[in-house]
């Protein structure tokens, strides 16, 4: 089995002068599933090399039993450096794709039309496609064979106004997952705050924050199976 792993190549946390870029738990937590597995993961980003990492994911108090493994993993840490460039990426070489989310992929794969066209290749392919937390977002502009927004009329989640709000990021943001997903006619579903939730319908999955992130990466498995 063959996993692709697409990162952000955005650091910019709007205009605020801050960094963003992807979220650590949501990177590590899927990686190790995949390859406890015995799964071959491939790492792309849009620039190639090194994806920025969200500061505030690397704090004291975002660490888990995962993000302390991959910190002692050399290997992983070496594979993270080195990202493919994401125009270099065939679709037909994996099995299935997982976008980790941070802010970052808002700003860069939300808008990417190589990321566009690399997810409705999964997608035709009968493919499972993985998102979790703000990645979802990289279904913006999405379309399914008949046109229509990928997400129309299907159960999704990402995440939430509310956990918007508790980081205080609603205003700085370039669109909402759930305002988005509602109006491209998403059937948006969410659970309580940082807590783990996962949406399956079809091949598709998206879990809606850094706590789903497993469970996202356990769900593609399932389906790969």
């Not at 990162?7 to 390859?35: I, M």
């Not at 597995?37 to 190639?48: D, H, I, K, N, T």
């Not at 990426?89 to 566009?116: C, K, M, Q, R």
Request: aromatic share 8%; hydrophobic share 40%.
């Amino acid at each position: 089995m063959k996993v692709l792993m697409v990162l952000t190549s955005h650091d910019q946390l709007g205009d605020t002068g801050r960094k963003t870029g992807f979220w650590l738990e949501e990177f590590a937590a899927p990686y190790y599933a995949f390859k406890d597995a015995g799964a071959e993961v491939v790492l792309a980003s849009p620039a190639g090399g090194q994806p920025p990492l969200d500061p505030k994911s690397d704090e004291p108090d975002a660490q888990t039993e995962q993000t302390e493994r991959f910190a002692k993993d050399p290997a992983a840490q070496q594979a993270l450096a080195t990202t493919v460039k994401l125009d270099s990426v065939n679709a037909a070489n994996f099995d299935t794709v997982f976008y980790p989310g941070g802010h970052g992929p808002l700003w860069d794969l939300a808008e990417s039309p190589v990321s566009i066209a690399l997810i409705e290749a999964f997608e035709r392919a009968g493919k499972p496609i993985g998102f979790v937390c703000h990645a979802p977002g990289a279904l913006r502009h999405v379309k399914a064979v008949n046109g229509e927004p990928l997400i129309k009329g299907r159960r999704v989640t990402g995440f939430s106004n509310s956990e918007e709000a508790a980081v205080q990021l609603t205003e700085v943001v370039p669109f909402l997952i759930e305002d988005e997903f509602k109006k491209l006619g998403g059937q948006y579903e969410k659970g309580a705050d940082w807590q783990s939730f996962v949406l399956v319908d079809g091949l598709l999955v998206t879990g809606q924050n850094p706590g789903s992130s497993s469970e996202v990466a356990k769900a593609l498995l399932t389906l790969c199976a």
